[in-house]
């Protein structure tokens, strides 16, 4: 009797875990959908230059007060977040592929995994920033330089942990039959990796994101990123530093929080959604 009764409060507790879980999903996915949204519907007119309204303090009238132009601080963060959010999906997006396509890769051979656990040890020896701002710029730099140095520079991490998935699923019983059956490795490869491989692929996915629209923000700021017109949070920032003397701290304060915010959002997105659909994860619950 005693023992059904703990079995029936641990099976509550871990409904109740899963449904706290699934509220921070919704709650997190509701506030970065409202982010893209609102700095979509931001017009150029809406950022424009305002002289009369220069240097404003926050108010009910500017939220997050206007800057030296008189540009509204709110409309220029959101519009900068969307942009963030745009490099953040185009390089982690990029940055999964090419970890699961090493991963699957490290199955082929014994000489191919040794091929990739190199370049994965290459690139996480190399100081990430350096490496990032080289290839931005030997890539030509804007926005386009930036998703390439970011998706060239993010994917060692996750194809380190995608590999040791694989190298544990060849092991598998079912792997070998298939193989004595005579089925091909990409037969294998997308039958029974491929599988098991979508929920770290999807996790790490959305963990890519915090990394990358930060490393984006830094490299912007200190002028190797995005250019000058862009209205970038780096830029944001960057351009702030220099009226911080003057007493005007919410130029800084307001974008950098929100950069931070949204950062914190994607983080406690992706590993909630960790508890949800990794299996082992779930046990340890």
């Known amino acids: 009797m005693e023992g ?3 079995h029936n409060r641990r099976r509550r507790l871990h409904l109740n875990i899963r449904q706290r879980t699934a509220a921070a999903i919704l709650f997190s996915s509701v506030i970065l ?3 893209i949204i609102s700095g979509l ?22 939220l997050f007060g206007t ?3 008189g540009r509204d601080m709110l409309m220029r963060t959101l519009k900068g977040l969307t942009l963030s959010l745009s490099v953040g999906v185009l390089a982690a997006l990029s940055s999964a592929i090419i970890a699961l396509t090493l991963s699957l890769l490290s199955s082929w051979n014994k000489t191919m ?3 990739v656990t190199w370049m994965i040890d290459l690139f996480l020896s190399v100081p990430h920033i350096v490496t990032l701002i080289l290839i931005s710029f030997a890539a030509g730099g804007g926005f386009k330089g930036v998703v390439i140095g970011l998706a060239l520079t993010h994917w060692p991490s996750l194809a380190r942990l995608l590999r040791a998935e694989v190298l544990q699923l060849k092991g598998a019983e079912y792997v070998g039959v298939s193989e004595r059956l005579g089925k091909s490795k990409i037969w294998i490869a997308r039958h029974h990796f491929l ?6 692929l999807v996790v790490g996915f959305i963990l890519l994101f915090p990394h990358a629209i930060l490393h984006e923000a830094a490299i912007t700021f200190l002028g190797f990123g995005l250019s000058a017109e862009t209205p970038a949070i780096g830029i944001i920032l960057s351009e702030s530093m220099r009226y911080l003397s003057t007493g005007h701290w919410w130029l800084a304060f307001f974008p950098g929080f929100s950069l931070l915010l949204m950062v914190i959002i994607f983080d406690v997105l992706g590993r909630n959604i ?8 779930g046990q340890r619950i």
Do not use: V, Y
């Open 41 to 62: 519907l931001i017009d150029a007119d809406a950022i424009g230059i305002d002289l009369e309204s220069k240097n404003r303090a926050p108010s009910p009238d500017h």
């Open 4 to 6: 059904k009764i703990t």
């Open 195 to 200: 599988p098991h491989l979508i929920p770290h």
């Open 33 to 35: 959908a409202g982010l």
């Open 113 to 115: 995994d040794n091929i």
């Open 274 to 281: 960790q508890k949800l659909i990794d299996p082992f994860h």
């Open 67 to 69: 800057d030296w132009l």
